[in-house]
């Protein structure tokens, strides 16, 4: 497997979502006529959202949305949302990525796509305690070739690479059972992450055959096991180094036809930082396990240890080299990106790196950053690709 070209450029998958998404997972009645306003930095776009057309236009920097219905699966799934899909994939085209995603706009949070997808799931009736979301039936698909939809919609809308994000079952194991409320559906929390395979199985056999290039396994939490400063959530580190990488594996058994990757990182608390620290020593046997074709890996915060672990992976392995902060209102320039991946260059050869930022922007809805500021970085990000490329392709 390959990459399109070295130094690939791609967000980690979420944007911030602006207002009119973020009425749609608020709102169960009417949606008022409302007005979103494009980044000042992007002049050339205007997204005709009722019609769901997009199309360049100079100086028309607000859309018009007056789309009305009831309900949210039904705003899911309609024009309107169409429409703001394809302004965020205009977005990612105009600052100039190879890969584009869907921002994760029809997606509360990364984990929380697993409700759409199945049944058995509640709200935790617990205000600001673990994710909001608890299993406590046991659960089965309603919705199945749910993400291949989200898929072929972007693969439709995009001439560049597309990706679909996935949680992979042992996050949504770490997150969604709870010892208080899931043990009449799910004894244990590995009983439950042993249904969700299957499930996931089918939905990347349906993935790949929505055409889509790539899929980025969400796997956040093997980064709890790295931090040897602190306890790991479940208490035993190696047992659940293997659990997690076990059950990537079999998630992705016979998928073929798609790059495969995982996405790690530190947590993304936006301005309020990172939660785990160190490097990625501690984990490395494991993830020269997972038989993934590329990893999405943290490295422009300082707690991200040494880039000089990627010698350390095998040379068939992809690396998503995360190039700057997603947390971090500071933009990085493109010679500050630069620097960073010539520091991996040492280790790891052109064509085998790609650049992203450390994390996605916006990991669930709660995230509201400005997407001017978002479009800043990736702007730089390409811009940095440019250099890169002219000097060491
Ligand atoms: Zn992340």
């Not at 749609?24 to 009417?30: A, E, G, Y």
Request: aromatic share 8%; hydrophobic share 35%.
């Amino acid at each position: 497997m390959k990459l399109s070209k070295s130094f690939e450029t791609s967000m980690v998958g979420s944007f911030p979502r602006p207002a009119p998404v973020r009425d749609v997972f608020t709102s169960n009645s009417k949606i008022a006529p409302i007005k979103i306003s494009t980044p000042g930095q992007v002049e050339e776009i205007s997204v005709d959202i009722i019609k769901g057309d997009t199309k360049n236009k100079k100086n028309e920097h607000d859309v018009l949305i007056n789309h009305e219905s009831n309900g949210i699966n039904e705003h899911l799934n309609s024009n309107y949302m169409d429409g703001l899909v394809k302004y965020a994939v205009l977005l990612q085209e105009i600052a100039g990525l190879d890969v584009v995603t869907d921002g994760e706009w029809r997606r509360q949070a990364y984990t929380h796509v697993i409700d759409d997808l199945c049944s058995g799931f509640t709200q935790d009736p617990r205000p600001g305690i673990r994710f909001g979301l608890i299993v406590t039936e046991p659960i089965s698909a309603k919705s199945p070739g749910l993400l291949a939809n989200d898929a072929k919609f972007l693969v439709n809308n995009s001439n560049r690479l597309t990706k679909i994000s996935v949680p992979s079952p042992y996050i949504l194991g770490a997150r969604l059972w709870d010892p208080d409320y899931s043990t009449k559906a799910y004894p244990t929390r590995e009983k439950f992450i042993d249904d969700l395979v299957p499930i996931l199985n089918y939905e990347l056999q349906q993935l790949v055959k929505s055409g889509i290039d790539i899929i980025q396994i969400d796997e956040p939490d093997m980064a709890v096991l790295l931090d040897p400063a602190k306890e790991p959530i479940y208490g035993d580190r190696e047992y659940d180094l293997k659990l997690g990488s076990t059950k990537i594996n079999e998630m992705i058994h016979g998928i073929d036809g798609a790059r495969t990757a995982m996405h790690m990182c530190r947590w993304n608390s936006l301005n309020r930082g990172w939660h785990w620290e160190g490097g990625y020593e501690p984990i490395i046997e494991t993830l020269k396990s997972i038989n993934v074709n590329q990893f999405f890996m943290e490295f422009s915060i300082p707690v991200a240890g040494s880039v000089s672990i990627l010698k350390e992976l095998p040379e068939d392995k992809l690396i998503g080299l995360g190039c700057l902060d997603p947390r971090s209102e500071l933009i990085p320039t493109a010679e500050d990106i630069v620097k960073r991946v010539e520091e991996a260059l040492k280790y790891v050869s052109p064509d085998r790196i790609g650049l992203n930022p450390d994390c996605g922007f916006a990991p669930d809805i709660r995230h509201n950053i400005p997407l001017d500021e978002c479009y800043a970085k990736l702007v730089n990000q390409v811009k940095a690709a440019k250099i890169l490329e002219s000097k060491h392709s």
